[in-house]
């Protein structure tokens, strides 16, 4: 919002506003930097008064930041827009986190992208959708129009507590380049027909590679990296295992002998051991796109309905980063009503930590 603050038309009123904004802000972020917040150490009603003071200086920030998103977008794209919805986006997150998901009849979706950072960006957008008929346009800052790009579409299946699949949802990925504090837009138009655009070049990283090598019993997934640029060669293992969690009453020797909670990891004191989380079902689906690879793993163990999905993505055109995206349908409790803690572990093969 600085630009803002810059602009000779902009009121001494609407300086004050923004400038009030700012420091709602950077209180409740210094408040945040207390030792137990950092930590999560605080006692509950502490945990409370952290959110509370956060959640109104986004707020607050909000207004201000959404106010002035629309004023770029009405004097770059000529759009009057009457308000605007932010969306996070998490990565365990559904569409019905997101504003679209009210918004599914709608033939026109116009989505303001900020790149707050002082550096450039020119890695992947990802647009969660309610369903695959959807073209992207992105806003030229050279043209000053509407242009298409290509994208790439992955449906993303979700399971219930009972292990049975639920209402899927789409992830859209493309390329979008701005510059360091630069606002982007993107159109999109729901429609029965694919706009056909040129696929992408050849990937200018094609010698980083993601490979899945087989599974290993019944929870053992095993993959292999490789950078030829760099000569970096890495196997290594992921798996789902748990702790039973102590409930208080096992009478650790110098211990206040409470129960675990929910800023202590405290497995139950003759159990201090790991178990199988579920069990590797034998559906595998992988999904080879230009911009992503995913693989999509099951896991299902109807007998103490332990339910999870696991999708491994790789992005091998923008980055050596691989994304684990582990969702639990519930933690059920045990019949003898005893917790769990589900650890996501990897294991790697010759690792060095420098």
Known sequence: ?????????????????????????????????????????????????????????????????????????????????????????????????????????????????????????SDLVRVQLPSASYTAQIWSHDTKEFIDVYFDILEQVHFNQTGYPTMPDYDMYFKYALLPNQVGFVRLNKTDMGCKVAPPKASSNSEVSLTFNKAESTRDLHFTFNNSATGILQNFTFDLNYYAADQGDDAYPDNSNCAEGAYLLKPERYERYQYDYSRLDSEEYHADLPHVQQWTFRFVSRLSEQYAIVKVKFFPDTSELVQFDVELNGIPVMKDQQGKDVTVNWIFDNFEAN
Request: charged letters at 20%.
């Open 1 to 121: 919002m600085s630009r803002k603050v810059l602009r000779n038309e902009t009121s001494d009123d609407e300086i004050a506003s923004v400038m009030s904004a700012q420091h709602w802000m950077l209180d409740a972020m210094g408040v945040y930097q207390h030792h137990d917040a950092v930590t999560g150490t605080a006692k509950q009603h502490v945990a409370d008064n952290y959110v509370e003071k956060l959640s109104d200086a986004m707020a607050i920030n909000n207004a201000a930041y959404t106010t002035e998103m629309m004023d770029i977008l009405n004097k770059t794209a000529g759009i009057d827009a009457l308000s605007l919805s932010t969306c996070i986006g998490g990565m365990n997150g559904t569409v019905t986190d997101c504003p679209i998901a009210n918004h599914t009849e709608t033939k026109e979706i116009i989505m303001v992208i900020h790149n707050p950072a002082a550096q450039n960006f």
